[in-house]
Antibody
Framework: EVQLVESGGGLVQPGGSLRLSCAAS????????MHWVRQSPGKGLVLVSG????????RYADSVKGRFTISRDNAENTLHVQMNSLRAEDTGVYYC?????????????WGQGTLVTVSS | QSALTQPASVSGSPGQSITISCTGT?????????VTWYQQHPGKAPKLIIY???NRPSGVSNRFSGSKSGNTASLTISGLQAEDEADYYC??????????FGGGTKLTVL
């Protein structure tokens, strides 16, 4: 059974940093693109970042470029995102998601999410 | 990139069929056959139910079907059941090599 378990969320002040992690199990982690998707009440769902199977290619939403860094450790089956210079609009539930079967970007497995709140 | 447009809410009675629309542009839905639909129950993560316009992942009920015409995609749920009450989101790949989401539709089973 595919399992994705996020951790690292919490309350942080504007300008602060957080590192989210996602522990994967039940599948060959090193064979899949992986993604971070944010869900917030005001802005719905947003694809924040993605990384290819060996970590050589990354993609970011324009709103987080230069502030967030996605990475992965295939030996440890773990996905990370380092979030710096956090803003109020980064607030939301962050999901780790596995790339799905479609021809473009879709997500066939999701974690339970971790809440990030950016507020003073 | 603007979000895809979905109705805020739809409703139906058990056994009926409902359709949720998702309207985009010629730069997203109209450009590719890469429309995806997710179902999300309260407090849960989204679940993939349709990918590439009309394909169902293994384990998803055949009561769920997807289609596309021009810049509008549609999700149809037939034989509505109480467990179908949830939020539904569409997404599409775009010419900007990004992903755009719809704002979500709340389905109420009466």
């Amino acid at each position: 059974e595919v399992q994705l378990v996020e951790s690292g969320g919490g309350l942080v002040q504007p300008g602060g940093s957080l590192r989210l992690s996602c522990a994967a199990s039940g599948f060959t982690f090193s064979s899949y693109w992986m993604h971070w998707v944010r869900q917030s009440p005001g802005k719905g769902l947003v694809l924040v970042s993605g990384i290819n199977s060996d970590g050589s290619m990354t993609r970011y939403a324009d709103s987080v470029k230069g502030r967030f860094t996605i990475s992965r450790d295939n030996a440890e089956n773990t996905l990370h995102v380092q979030m710096n210079s956090l803003r109020a609009e980064d607030t939301g539930v962050y999901y780790c998601a596995r790339d799905g079967p479609g021809g473009a970007t879709d997500f066939d497995s999701w974690g339970q999410g971790t809440l990030v709140t950016v507020s003073s | 990139q603007s979000a895809l447009t979905q109705p805020a809410s739809v409703s139906g009675s058990p056994g009926q069929s409902i359709t949720i629309s998702c309207t985009g542009t010629s730069s997203d839905i109209g450009a590719f056959n890469y429309v995806t639909w997710y179902q999300q129950h309260p407090g849960k993560a989204p679940k993939l139910i349709i990918y590439d316009v009309s394909n169902r992942p293994s384990g998803v009920s055949n009561r769920f079907s997807g289609s596309k015409s021009g810049n509008t995609a549609s999700l149809t749920i037939s034989g509505l059941q109480a467990e179908d009450e949830a939020d539904y989101y569409c997404t599409s790949f775009t010419r900007s090599i990004t992903l755009v989401f719809g704002g979500g539709t709340k389905l109420t089973v009466l």
